[in-house]
């Protein structure tokens, strides 16, 4: 018996969240080749757009659910309609991100369909026929392996851990089902943009990101005097200096804010706890300093460098200073 793979897809003003294509890569890492192209779900008011957007980039069908008044995510809504959805079609796997939605909705779908719930996947692996879900523990000291003993298991993936898949040269099908349904215990009022992450965070090249280990207001600037050293650069950071107030929520890097992908990160002062790891690990080459050697950064770092931040980056600030001309590139 085949066994099919349903993805929920996330969507906003029209468009599907960039995430979306992490996910469609983990799906085919998790299909063998006898099982059908995966099933996208979508849920919303104005969808028709996303729909096909997700059909001709990735060749899977689409059931695309329209409910009028649904602008907004609703758990008490998209549990309803997608239990429904999921019992008719009886797939073997329900995939979503990591997001707060998929770490919201995730939950209560297991409860209903009485399946397995595996959340913050990182990696996926099929060994001897048996599928196994990696991810992180221990604050990223460990790693976790798990298995599913259920016919039907939830799944969420960690954002940033997976490629994007490329883009499908055919469409699959849109099959648009209308559906009233409202909430009885909430309803979305609206959807405030929050502070959001510094411009030039998303745009930045090389991103310097400051942790725990940057203690003090004279290391802060020592920081910043490195990344004025490079062109579209960036100062970044992890959460707690964005809660003690050092620097701004702008700058924050990680599951609750920046999602970056520079030429260049340098992790100063960064143990490297997962929610920060999400928001970074697509970076195309990735400097650790800490003075704790075995900091769970080194794991996901390509140069390791064991020394006191400060003392670190003013040798770095003096010898691009010395090789390079002119400062700035």
């Not at 096909?52 to 990735?58: K, L």
């Not at 008719?88 to 995939?95: A, D, F, I």
């Amino acid at each position: 018996m085949k066994q099919l793979i349903a993805l929920i897809a996330e969507h906003y003003a029209g468009s599907l969240s960039p995430t979306f294509f992490e996910l469609m890569t983990f799906a085919n890492k998790l299909k063998d080749a006898s099982q059908p192209r995966p099933i996208i779900l979508m849920l919303g008011e104005e969808i028709a757009e996303a729909a096909n957007q997700a059909s001709r980039s990735t060749g899977c069908d689409v059931v695309a659910v329209a409910i009028p008044g649904l602008a907004f995510y609703n758990s008490e809504t998209y549990k309803a309609v997608l239990l429904a959805v999921l019992e008719e079609l009886k797939p073997s796997h329900v995939c979503a991100i990591h997001t707060s939605n998929g770490s919201d909705l995730a939950p209560s779908l297991s409860v209903g369909l009485g399946a397995a719930c595996i959340t913050s996947v990182e990696e996926v692996r099929i060994e001897s026929g048996r599928v196994k879900f990696l991810r992180s523990v221990l604050g990223g000291k460990a790693q976790a392996v798990f298995t599913s003993m259920t016919d039907v298991t939830v799944v969420t993936i960690q954002p940033g851990c997976f490629e994007r898949a490329d883009v499908c040269a055919y469409s699959g099908d849109v099959k648009f089902i209308h559906v009233e349904y409202s909430s009885n215990r909430m309803k979305n009022i609206e959807v405030r943009p929050g502070p959001g992450c510094d411009s030039l965070l998303s745009e930045a090249k090389v991103i310097i990101s400051a942790g725990r280990g940057v203690r003090q207001k004279e290391n802060l600037d020592t920081l910043f005097e490195l990344a004025g050293m490079f062109s579209r650069s960036a100062v970044g950071c992890t959460r707690p200096l964005s809660d003690s107030g050092q620097l701004s929520s702008r700058r924050q890097v990680g599951l609750s804010g920046a999602i970056v992908s520079p030429d260049l990160y340098i992790a100063c002062g960064i143990s490297g706890a997962q929610q920060h790891i999400v928001g970074m690990q697509a970076s195309g080459f990735v400097v650790g300093i800490n003075t704790d050697s075995k900091a769970p950064i080194f794991n996901h770092s390509d140069v390791c460098v064991v020394a006191d931040v400060d003392e670190f980056a003013r040798e770095l600030i003096k010898a691009i200073a010395k090789y390079r001309k002119n400062p700035l590139i």
